[in-house]
């Protein structure tokens, strides 16, 4: 089987290209939000999983590419007039520079859980770097003028832009996680997973591999995080930073199954309509974080290869559909 023939890979791109088809065909407000919240969801944690799941690198810092590109992208069309598309990417480029100077100075050194330490200690940096960076509005952030959405024919256009925007980019996360995974890189990705030092004694470059896929993964967020700030007209540090949101990405990847396509698709489906029930619980919206806490505990105790792991186990036949 060639791998673009790839039943796995056709059942993820076709969920994400026919629910957000079903949403432009609707035309419904409150869908759109709905739905907008889900493809962020599943972009953010599809780009994740291309660091966590392939090489098997824990990263809690995730948030910082969404947050630092989403500022920069923001800066640029509030400060400077920049269009969303040429801010969004510019956003996204931000973020992999970044990764790339994290990756040379961080990923290269430290392995395993003194990794994943400090990727936590690199979000509060991040957090309080923009907290005092003037030009961003240190810590009262940033908001564009209303008039900027008549560049797009208005709000209600601009926000649908925007979802469209998003919809494209969470299909195009997809396709490279799949590209990653069958290709001679990401079988390298893999073998860093099971055994880095016979990894690299086989004659993979491990410290390239390793930093290669930490900025493909960081260039996304930065590009979705200018989307996100775009649509909410504002962004402040403890937003952008939040990292709770890092820990519900790292979940939602756990959830669907780490190292698939189709895990971090399924486990946002399901995270988020957890979430949801959360939210609007009274007996549960002031312990989200420790629900998502305690849900991740559970899934690495009895189901740590996520739904798709355990659908593959369970179901041997289903092996060529769940990618």
Known sequence: MTPWRSPGFWLSFLLILLGGAAVLAIQQDTLRETAFTVLMSVALASSLNILMGYTGY??????????LGGYAGFYLISKHSWGIYTAALAGGVLSAI????IGLAVLLRLRGAYFALATIGINEAARAFVNNFEPFGAGTGMGIDFSVYQNYGGASQALWLTFILLWVIT???VVVSFMVKRSRFGLGLMAIREDEDAAMVMGVNTP????????ISAFFPGVIGTLFFFKNMNVEPKDAFDF???LEILVTVMLGGQGTVLGPVLGALGYERLRGYLLTS???????LATAGLLLLLIILFVPAGAVGWLRHRFPRWRKVLE
């Open 171 to 173: 299909l195009a996360v």
């Open 98 to 101: 970044i990764a790339l100077l």
């Open 58 to 67: 824990v990263n809690f810092g995730h948030i910082v590419f969404f947050g």
């Open 244 to 246: 709770q949101k890092s």
């Open 208 to 215: 390239w591999a390793k930093v290669t896929a930490f900025v």
């Open 282 to 288: 009274s007996l549960f919206k002031n312990l989200h």
